[in-house]
């Protein structure tokens, strides 16, 4: 299986910041990668897919970006329904993966 | 609108089985691969097997063996055999539906299901 490895696993952030989470796996998967988030008590939603590209209805304060092994998710002006956890997940093989998450809390 | 439901968790003896379900409605149902991800308490998300809508199962490498996944086209439904239960199994099972259709890939997942607790303890 292709490990995905985010960093960080927590990040404190005020309203208003700039949050950069990372992704990295441990082979290339060319663009193969999608972004979600999770609420508490709540199921995934898939914010990003083919590493940039957003989903309908998604803010455009969120930005993807990377290809290969290492990529990027950008919260631009962080909103307070944007806290949360992060996942990455790779599609580039018949065995998706997930990264193991990074969960953005209130400074 | 998409609408995916999962049913069949609760409480099993280790050693047990169970067989989950997940109704789906709003799309072209045999048009799209299925997927199951659970979630164990307080941790991520692990993808555990999918099926294409032509029924080509795919498992995850870690966890083959004790899981058997299914799908009913004329019910669309898609299920989640689970034999040989063990605490490690203890999650939110949800089920989710591949972004694009007939691409012989799984690839992302743009709904989900509100997840099923399957719970393993004696």
């Known amino acids: 299986d292709i490990q995905m490895t985010q960093s960080p696993s927590s990040v404190s952030a005020s309203v208003g910041d700039r949050v950069t989470i990372t992704c990295r796996a441990s082979q290339d998967i060319s663009t193969w990668l999608a972004w979600y988030q999770q609420k508490p008590g709540k199921a995934p939603k898939l914010l990003i897919s083919a590493a940039s590209s957003l989903q309908g209805g998604v803010p455009s304060r969120f930005g993807g970006s990377g290809s290969g092994t290492d990529f990027t998710l950008t919260i631009s002006n962080l909103q307070p329904e944007d806290f949360a956890t992060y996942y990455c997940q790779q599609a580039n093989t018949l065995s998706p993966t997930f990264g193991q998450g990074t969960k953005v809390e209130i400074k | 609108e998409v609408q995916l439901l999962e049913s069949g968790g609760g409480l099993v003896q280790p050693g047990g089985s169970l067989r989950l379900s997940c109704a789906a409605s709003g799309f072209p149902f045999r048009n799209y691969a299925m997927s199951w991800v659970r979630q164990a308490p307080g941790k991520g998300l692990e993808w555990v097997s999918a099926?294409?809508?032509?029924?080509?199962?795919y498992y995850s490498d870690s966890l083959r063996g004790r899981f058997t996944i299914s799908r009913d086209n004329s019910q669309n439904t898609v299920y989640l055999q689970i034999h040989s239960l063990s605490a490690e199994d203890t999650a939110v099972y949800y089920c989710?539906?591949?972004?694009?259709?007939?691409?012989?890939?799984?690839?992302?997942?743009?709904?989900w299901g509100q997840g099923t607790l399957v719970t393993v303890s004696s």
């Open positions: 989710a539906k591949d972004h694009v259709s007939g691409n012989g890939k799984i690839d992302y997942f743009d709904s």
């Open positions: 099926m294409s809508g032509t029924s080509d199962p």
